[in-house]
């Protein structure tokens, strides 16, 4: 079978290496990859984001199964594209994809089902949330609504740092339009453990648990 991988970085790269250990794979495109993609994959000239070429790309070379890896053509509706021109895909569709892709949107999704998360606040404006954080203890946590790369979270451990913040994201756009809105949340301490699952609507299939490490700068500093 022919398989085409949307992405080009580790992610995808780690998709690709494993694919091709399958001996039912015989060919392996990946769109746009990367020079350590390229040692085990075909290589193609399209962004992840020009979902009609790769959606026409799949159709003409008889593509029989496509991977998304990357978060934003997802959030984008690609599957969708993939699905009504009845190519087969794997990810979700665009309107599961925005759990991920928007930080509000997933806060709201679990305090409406009950599911434990840290007490959150959601603003669209930098005045609405400096004025919030008057009130607040510190440290507190500004993300991002939308995505940023693994990014645009911000750990701030005073009023100061945390008016810095509401600045960063909202009025510089450090980050674009993921910072239209905000989402204030009480800091946690304790170790993060990210348990991603294979579901196909009926099924799961749970993938070993991994630790993430993201803060960005010297000294665990975030």
């Known amino acids: ?22 001996k039912r794979v015989d060919k392996i495109y990946c769109a746009p990859g990367n020079g350590g993609i390229a040692q ?22 008889e593509i029989d199964l496509t991977i998304i890896g990357m978060d934003d053509p997802l959030v984008g509706g690609i599957v969708d594209v993939f699905e009504e021109r009845g190519l087969r895909v794997f990810g979700p569709r665009k309107n599961a994809a925005i759990i991920e892709g928007s930080k509000s949107f997933s806060k709201d999704l679990m305090k409406k089902y ?7 606040e959601t ?12 009130g607040c203890n510190f440290p507190i946590v500004l993300k991002a609504d939308g ?3 693994g990014k645009g979270v911000l750990i701030c451990q005073n009023l100061e ?11 510089d756009k450090q980050f674009g339009d993921a910072g239209d809105t905000v989402v204030i949340e009480d800091f946690m301490v304790g170790r993060e453990a990210s348990v991603l699952c294979f579901c196909d609507g009926t099924h799961i299939k749970p993938m070993t648990s991994a630790q993430d490490h993201k803060r960005a700068k010297d000294g665990d500093q975030a």
């Open 40 to 61: 085990i994959a075909e290589c193609v000239n399209i962004t992840a984001m020009e979902f009609d070429k790769l959606a026409d790309f799949a159709e003409e070379n």
């Open 147 to 149: 995505l940023a790369l």
């Open 123 to 134: 603003f669209h404006s930098p005045e609405e949330a400096l004025l919030y954080l008057g």
């Open 1 to 22: 079978m022919k398989v085409l991988i949307v992405g080009s970085g580790g992610r995808e790269h780690a998709i690709a290496w494993s694919v091709c250990q399958s």
């Open 114 to 120: 009950n599911i434990p998360t840290c007490h959150y």
């Open 161 to 171: 740092e945390a008016e810095a913040g509401i600045a960063t994201l909202m009025l």
